[in-house]
Nanobody
């Protein structure tokens, strides 16, 4: 059974920082691409950042230069350092494993509870 446990969210003022953590189980973590996703109320879930098993990273244009994704294979952990936060970053943040195009398919039901990030202006 695949499980993801996200933590580290909270309420922060605009311009502040947060570090999200995700612990995964039940996956072949070290060979999978890992990603952080977010969902705002009334909107579809979107990819924020991803990191391959080789450490190559990709970011959504809206977070490039502000967010950094990293991973620790030994701990089956993936992190998201978020700096210069903006109110539009407010969302529930989730992590997941696998190619983002497959992860975002509607039939993918393997999601954790997520962690709420709220950025006040």
């Amino acid at each position: 059974q695949v499980q993801f446990v996200e933590s580290g969210g909270g309420l922060v003022q605009s311009g502040g920082s947060l570090r999200l953590s995700c612990l995964a189980s039940g996956t072949t973590f070290s060979i999978n691409t890992m990603g952080w996703y977010r969902q705002c109320p009334g909107k579809q879930r979107e990819l924020v950042a991803s990191i391959t098993k080789f450490g190559s990273t990709e970011y959504a244009e809206s977070v490039t230069g502000r967010f950094t994704i990293s991973r620790e294979n030994a701990k089956k952990a993936v992190y998201l350092q978020m700096n210069s936060l903006k109110p539009e970053d407010t969302a529930v943040y989730y992590c997941n494993s696998g190619p983002p195009a497959l992860v975002l398919r509607p039939e993918n039901g393997f999601w954790g509870q997520g962690t709420q990030v709220t950025v006040s202006s």
